[in-house]
């Protein structure tokens, strides 16, 4: 039977024991097909509502039938707390080559990239430690525009509550996007394999990110993006582009703000979740 038959699935049972309702949270490291998923996900099933473009984890839902999408990439940094607690609350994380991530850039501000390797690795972590929770569903980005309804196939299997009602790989004649999410797609079109090796458009910003950080090839086989490091030769001769991030102080004294901040946030949301259940 092809993928994303319309079927009609039950409510998973742990998800039922809880009144909340039920949210299907979608994270990744920036750049990673985090709206593409996005719009699959409203296309492709029947769902009760969505955020218009982004929604932290840490803002509820709005009341209502039927589950909840949003999504938040960088919430993968800050999700395993609340995550394990709160049964209502299901992931999908996307993950990219990290060469395409780091080389790709916004349409709404062309002139900077988004996103680097040390991200990518922070999200690699922080995903690695929920691989295998039964409600944390990992789905690579290349596979998703490969074989996107596979993918809505095992979305479905993992999600029971979820009733199909399209496929992902005609999600573009019916998506909606707000004019913000249609420039992060880069125009509304179906799933385009094209962008899988991205990157080699962009070889003086990879090399650059190389040179930064020296463990970018022995990741990429530890992901299965490459078996070897022979994928360097393409890098031989390029200029690295120039550096234009923050200073690692400067860096690392935002991180340490942002840690605090999320940590009260992760306290305040358990809270809630807590009120709730009494």
Do not use: N
Not at 172 to 195: C, Y
Not at 199 to 220: C, I, Q, S
Not at 242 to 266: E, M, T
């Amino acid at each position: 039977m092809p993928a994303a038959t319309l079927r009609s699935r039950g409510r998973d049972a742990s998800a039922a024991e809880t009144s909340d309702r039920l949210r299907v949270h979608i994270v990744g490291c920036e750049r990673s097909g985090t709206t593409l998923l996005l719009e699959m996900m409203t296309a492709g099933f029947a769902i009760g509502g969505r955020c218009e473009r982004e929604q932290s984890l840490f803002l509820d839902p709005p009341p209502g039938e039927g589950p909840w999408v949003s999504k938040k990439p960088l919430d993968i940094l800050r999700l395993e707390t609340v995550f394990r607690r709160d049964p209502s609350l299901f992931a999908l994380y996307l993950v990219r080559d990290p060469r395409s991530v780091v080389a790709s850039r916004h349409a709404a501000r062309p002139e900077r990239y988004h996103s680097d390797f040390s991200t990518w690795s922070a999200c690699e972590r922080a995903a690695r430690r929920l691989d295998g929770h039964p409600r944390f569903l990992r789905i690579r980005y290349e596979r998703l525009v490969e074989a996107p309804d596979a993918v809505q196939d095992e979305i479905a299997k993992r999600l029971e509550f979820l009733h199909a009602k399209g496929l992902f790989s005609r999600f573009q004649e019916t998506a909606a996007p707000s004019r913000g999410g249609l420039l992060a797609l880069g125009g509304l079109r179906e799933p385009d394999r094209s962008r899988i090796e991205a990157w080699r458009g962009d070889l003086p910003r990879v090399k650059a990110e190389w040179l930064r950080h020296p463990e970018l090839p022995r990741a990429l086989i530890e992901a299965g993006y490459e078996t070897d490091e022979s994928w360097l030769a393409l890098l031989e001769g390029v200029a690295p582009a120039p550096w234009s991030g923050s200073s690692r102080l400067r860096s690392g004294l935002r991180d340490l703000d942002r840690w605090i901040r999320y940590r009260v946030k992760s306290w305040q949301y358990l809270a809630r979740r807590s009120r709730r259940s009494r």
